[in-house]
């Protein structure tokens, strides 16, 4: 599986999946089964991260001093800058 579903596309082919709509479903030529479980996992994945990030802000970061604070706030600013440009540039092909 190449292909990233959204979270929209994965909730309306759900809603197929409980209406049994097969025939009409966006993913009718997928395998589903591969596909939820690929999105059930990397969702998992980047909960896990975000619940890493959380505590490190939560315990590690008050050890910092002024400076350490700012570089790494440049930082996160910084990382999630080339996140958004990333986005940007999937979503205009």
């Known amino acids: 599986m ?3 579903f959204t ?3 994965i909730v309306k082919a759900a809603l197929y999946c409980t209406a049994e709509s097969c025939e009409t479903c966006p993913l009718r030529h997928e395998s589903c089964a ?3 479980a ?3 996992a990397d969702t ?3 909960a896990r991260m ?3 990030l ?3 802000e939560r315990y590690i970061s008050q050890m910092f001093t002024a400076d350490q604070r700012k570089a790494y706030d440049v930082g996160k600013s910084y990382q999630a800058l080339k996140q958004l440009t990333k986005l940007a ?3 205009s092909d």
């Open 34 to 36: 591969k596909i939820f």
């Open 50 to 52: 975000q619940d890493v």
């Open 2 to 4: 190449d292909k990233k």
């Open 54 to 56: 959380n505590d490190f």
């Open 89 to 91: 540039g999937e979503q």
């Open 38 to 40: 690929a999105y059930i």
């Open 44 to 46: 998992s994945k980047q």
């Open 7 to 9: 979270d929209e596309e």
